[in-house]
T-cell receptor, first 115, second 115 residues
Framework: AAGVIQSPRHLIKEKRETATLKCYPI?????VYWYQQGPGQDPQFLIS???????DKGSIPDRFSAQQFSDYHSELNMSSLELGDSALYFC??????????????FGEGSWLTVV | AQSVTQPDIHITVSEGASLELRCNYS??????LFWYVQSPGQGLQLLLK??????LVQGIKGFEAEFKRSQSSFNLRKPSVHWSDAAEYFC?????????????FGTGTRLTIIP
């Protein structure tokens, strides 16, 4: 079965640079979530989109922005990168409309290292 | 606000022994509850979930969990662990309310298996 696809899997950036992470949800899933997991930490919710509109917002820095496109893929843009942004970034998707079981499925994650 | 507590940071069990990982949640109504497993450097894999109905839920890899409303708990169990079960386990709570269905994770329990 198709899963949530994230790219790139690994990314190394220098401080103050910009990074973009991409997420392709499971087909027919209409909701996308972004999570950040620092080293040895639990995943922290950043932001979510339903039908291309922001549906919820968590602890996302102002330097970060995200959007969901017409094909439902999403991109997380991170600017002015700091060392503390080094983390595993998860994308997850869910089919909100209709009876879906309400399960959120996670991608493998994108490792961002800021040096 | 919803929250999850996993009181055990690290648990070590012998291969073949039984396992119970504790999870306590805080939520105003009946939440959606999940257990995810994360192997080193990997993504989050769903083990099982509880939405309603039977309070004992079966998951993959021989895991089960029991929802106890009176104790606000959703403990994960396995009768006999295998070396491949060594991983980080996260309990998560989600809200059934549309637009606020993001997951809140516990801090995780690291499971070590000894021969």
């Amino acid at each position: 079965a198709a899963g949530v696809i994230q790219s790139p899997r690994h990314l190394i950036k220098e401080k103050r640079e910009t990074a973009t992470l991409k997420c392709y949800p499971i087909p027919r899933h209409d909701t996308v979530y972004w999570y950040q997991q620092g080293p040895g930490q639990d995943p922290q919710f950043l932001i979510s989109f339903y039908e291309k509109m922001q549906s919820d917002k968590g602890s996302i820095p102002d330097r970060f922005s995200a959007q969901q496109f017409s094909d439902y893929h999403s991109e997380l843009n991170m600017s002015s990168l700091e060392l503390g942004d080094s983390a595993l970034y998860f994308c997850a998707s869910r089919k909100t409309r209709g009876f879906s079981g309400n399960t959120i499925y996670f991608g493998e994650g994108s490792w961002l290292t800021v040096v | 606000a919803q929250s999850v507590t996993q009181p055990d940071i690290h648990i070590t069990v012998s291969e073949g022994a039984s396992l119970e990982l504790r999870c306590n949640y805080s939520y105003g109504a009946t939440p959606y509850l999940f257990w995810y497993v994360q192997s080193p450097g990997q993504g989050l894999q769903l083990l099982l979930k509880y939405f309603s109905g039977d309070t004992l839920v079966q998951g993959i890899k021989g895991f089960e969990a029991e929802f106890k409303r009176s104790q606000s708990s959703f403990n994960l169990r396995k009768p006999s662990v295998h070396w491949s079960d060594a991983a980080e386990y996260f309990c998560a709570v989600g809200s059934p309310n549309f637009g606020n269905e993001k997951l809140t994770f516990g801090t995780g329990t690291r499971l070590t298996i000894i021969p």
